[in-house]
């Protein structure tokens, strides 16, 4: 009925989207938490998760919202990102009812690091607690998220630029395993699932040149675990 006021019992939550920003760093994986920065909002001045509110008019969905999100809030742009799963509740948040659409984001450390922003900073994964809201499990979910995939897929890779030695790959999988890899019998699982390809350049790694490689287009998941 035109005119009609929507009850109370019917009000919208509050939608919002939130990231899980994992790089690495000094040999291990980190998470980015941003400064809150807001006295209007809860849990002002402590560390969150990359996040932020739908802008209704202006994202034309969570995808877009999220993107916008890690270019405004944290500076970047085209990097790997995958949604993880949705949590809600009245308790979460103490604004009321809300829907938060989570993702986890990968970034190489450099392309991070020149980003250059002050309220980020990088913390390790493993050390994280008592983040506001519910940001504890949404990063433990993104954290059971990559180290599954990471077994039979290259999801560890875009933690890497563009190029990369085997050294490097090897050492990336290690650090979001959280285990030790056999490096022989990584390098031969890797080359005979025809994952990676010689780029013709080369890098100096622990001072002797080293053969650069970069992922083969179309190269996703495999069906054994590395």
């Known amino acids: 009925m035109a005119g009609k006021t929507v009850s109370s019992e019917y009000e919208m939550p509050k939608v919002m989207v939130d990231v899980v920003l994992l790089t690495v ?25 990359v996040g932020g509110f739908i802008h209704v008019n202006e994202d034309s969905d969570a995808d877009a919202a999220a993107a916008r999100i890690l270019k405004d809030k944290a500076g970047l742009e085209s990097i790997y990102i995958e949604q993880l799963m949705t949590f809600s509740g009245k308790k979460r948040d103490p604004r009321g009812w809300s829907v938060s659409i989570a993702y986890m984001a990968l970034v190489p450390l450099a392309q991070f690091e020149a980003a250059d922003r002050e309220d980020i900073k990088l913390v390790p994964a493993d050390e994280v ?8 499990l949404i990063l433990q979910t993104a954290l059971y998220r990559l180290r599954g995939k990471g077994a039979y897929s290259i999801l560890p890779a875009m933690l890497l630029g563009e190029t990369f030695t085997l050294g490097a790959l090897h050492r990336v999988y290690e650090h979001v395993m959280g285990t030790e890899i056999d490096q022989s019998s990584f390098r031969r ?20 040149p080293s053969k650069l490689f970069r992922l083969r287009q179309g190269a996703h998941t495999f069906d054994r675990k590395l």
Do not use: C, W
């Open 189 to 208: 699982k890797v080359m005979e699932l025809e994952l990676i390809e010689r780029t013709g350049g080369m890098s100096q790694e622990v001072g002797r």
């Open 129 to 136: 607690s008592n983040l506001p809201f519910d940001h504890d």
């Open 25 to 49: 760093k000094d040999r291990r994986l980190h998470v980015a938490l941003l400064r809150r920065n807001n006295p209007q909002e809860p849990f002002n001045g402590r560390y969150a998760l």
